[in-house]
């Protein structure tokens, strides 16, 4: 009969600490969600298309500016080499899936983590 109370005990303890863990992980979320509002650091998935010269970069964002014309190109410069990429998806999957679309007229074309 005494072990009874003895188990309720330990399991409203149990709840207890259950739910105390459970709101700071939720005060941890939220602490989190407005870090990333406020840094503007963010981690962004671009499709690059071709990595070399310059006149090259310009000729591939202009073939595939023909091609696929709702994408986003830009061309970027990081010494010694141009770079012709396609977009800022917020998402691998979402890059991966347009990347599907695109390798089908740029077959090398590769998806990038880069940071905004």
């Given at each position: ?23 700071k ?54 010494s010694?080499?141009?770079?012709t ?32």
């Amino acid at each position: 009969m005494t072990f009874l109370p003895i188990m309720v005990f330990i399991l409203g303890i149990s709840n207890l600490y259950s739910q105390i863990e459970s709101d700071k992980i939720n005060t941890l979320i939220t602490q989190k969600r407005e870090f990333n509002k406020k840094n503007k650091n963010s981690v962004v998935y671009k499709i690059q298309l071709y990595n070399g010269n310059e006149e090259e970069a310009y000729q591939i964002k202009s073939n595939f500016n023909l091609e696929f014309p709702d994408y986003t190109t830009h061309i970027q410069y990081k010494s010694p080499e141009w770079k012709t990429q396609v977009g800022n998806f917020t998402t691998r999957l979402e890059a991966d899936k347009v990347l599907n679309i695109i390798k089908e007229k740029f077959s090398g074309a590769i998806v990038l983590e880069d940071k905004i």
